[in-house]
């Protein structure tokens, strides 16, 4: 089967797994903005790959302009990315993200101009198995660890390790052994109860 077939079949299994909402993949392949969003950032990024750069720049405008989704294509993104809704995400040019994260709307991993001039890393690098709630914003060329979580509007300038929850703005690590209820990325401040140890 043709690689590239293959991956938008894979993206397509990952929205029905991901979004208890959509039944099957022609109704994500037809209804789904985040996937919209991810198969016009795997077209572009394969022609941004070919050097053809400003073509892949117009398929990426076109995208945004479609799908309210800004990825830029130059952008590294791995398997089994989940955009939830979609609308306002903003992924960044040198911004990298592993396997298996999921994305909420509003999230920007957006870069800061006191980093790297025009040639260097500006945006952040998100590990597998992440999940980063809606409105937050990943700043910088920070990494963010594997299994973490950002909770809903946390802005995030330093490093998350792995493993933990990151909640606030500025966010700062929210540690607890247990969870009386699972991470839900719509979480705010005060919401979570620590079962007693």
Same mark, same amino acid.
């Given at each position: 089967?043709?690689?590239?077939?293959?991956?938008?079949?894979?993206?397509?299994?990952?929205?029905?797994?991901?979004?208890?909402?959509?039944?099957?993949?022609?109704?994500?392949?037809?209804?789904?903005?985040? %996937?919209?969003?991810?198969?016009?950032?795997?077209?572009?990024?394969?022609?941004?790959?070919?050097?053809?750069?400003?073509?892949?720049?117009?398929?990426?405008?076109?995208?945004?302009?479609?799908?309210?989704?800004?990825?830029?294509?130059?952008?590294?993104?791995?398997?089994?990315?989940?955009?939830?809704?979609?609308?306002?995400?903003?992924?960044?040019?040198?911004?990298?993200?592993?396997?298996?994260?999921?994305? %909420?709307?509003?999230?920007?991993?957006?870069?800061?101009?006191? %980093?790297?001039?025009?040639?260097?890393?500006?945006?952040?690098?998100?590990?597998?198995?992440?999940?980063?709630?809606?409105?937050?914003?990943?700043?910088?060329?920070?990494?963010?660890?594997?299994?973490?979580?950002?909770?809903?509007?946390?802005?995030?300038?330093?490093?998350?390790?792995?493993?933990?929850?990151?909640?606030?703005?500025?966010?700062?690590?929210?540690?607890?052994?247990?969870?009386?209820?699972?991470?839900?990325?719509?979480?705010?401040?005060?919401?979570?109860?620590?079962?007693?140890?």
């Amino acid at each position: 089967m043709n690689s590239n077939f293959k991956q938008i079949l894979q993206d397509l299994d990952t929205i029905v797994a991901k979004d208890p909402a959509t039944t099957g993949r022609w109704e994500a392949f037809l209804c789904s903005p985040g %996937y919209h969003g991810i198969l016009f950032y795997r077209l572009s990024h394969r022609l941004w790959q070919k050097g053809w750069r400003l073509s892949a720049r117009l398929l990426s405008q076109f995208g945004r302009l479609l799908t309210g989704v800004e990825i830029h294509p130059g952008a590294q993104i791995g398997k089994n990315f989940f955009i939830d809704h979609g609308m306002g995400v903003v992924i960044g040019e040198t911004a990298v993200i592993g396997d298996n994260v999921t994305m %909420y709307h509003g999230v920007t991993l957006g870069g800061t101009k006191s %980093y790297g001039g025009k040639s260097g890393k500006r945006h952040p690098t998100v590990e597998d198995n992440v999940v980063i709630g809606a409105g937050a914003q990943v700043l910088g060329p920070i990494t963010v660890g594997k299994n973490a979580k950002v909770g809903a509007n946390a802005t995030v300038v330093k490093d998350v390790p792995q493993n933990t929850t990151v909640i606030g703005t500025a966010a700062a690590i929210f540690s607890c052994a247990q969870w009386e209820k699972p991470f839900c990325a719509a979480s705010v401040p005060g919401s979570f109860i620590c079962k007693a140890s």
